[in-house]
């Protein structure tokens, strides 16, 4: 401390705690097609896993975090905290949540990018059921309040291959609505689109400057986590 060095004529060491002053908000959708369920659990589960173990490792390094989850509409709330009590509630709302209805990520991200005042760190879950220009122009509305932004793209493997060999009927999970078809048809075409589209998605994120992780539920999640952790860290 130079200026008690001047009065003293003595060293003096200046210690303290650095605030880091971070806040997350941890976006989860629970829209219907978040129940999808394989050998490895549903989607919902793999997302609630991911979002209760970053909260505690925010809240252990004294960050606030906040939560909130959406299907049709924003279905939990809960603004962000750094105190072990907030960490409680948060685990608690993450037990409630179930997979229901339609997903309204395009109008929730939006809105949230309005409501946000301060800049944070925003990581969002989803399987991304959405036309995907409406999902990289909220990525970019993000952007542009200058938060953070950092996505967790949760797919099936079965999504992934599409391996079914016989005749299958497919249900729209989140409308109820049906499609009868022959899978070896429709292989070529389907993994055509999803190549197409995600390659969109992640050509988007690059341009957004937002981080983009492709999840499959049978991946080991606390390797997809930290792995994501070391390279913010790298960054910072």
Known sequence: DWR????????????????????????MDCSASMGFTAEHGSKLELARRMVATLAYLLVQQGDAVGLQCFGEKAVHDVPPRRNPAH?????????????????????????????????????????FFCDVEALLDCFQHLRFRKHDLAVFHLLDRRELEFKFDRPVRFVDMETDGSLLAEPAVMRSHYLNHLKEYLERLREGCNQFNADYHQVVTDQDYEKILADFLVERARHQ
Do not use: W
């Not at 060491?13 to 976006?27: H, I, K, P, Q, S």
């Open 87 to 127: 960490l409680r509630y948060i685990f608690d709302t993450l037990g409630k949540v179930k997979p229901h209805g339609e997903t309204a990520l395009i109008p929730t991200l939006h809105n949230f990018a309005e409501t946000i005042k301060q800049r944070a760190l925003v990581l969002i879950f989803s399987d």
């Open 4 to 27: 008690v060095y001047g009065r003293t004529d003595r060293f003096y060491m200046r210690e303290f705690e650095a605030d880091t002053n971070l806040r997350c908000y941890l976006v």
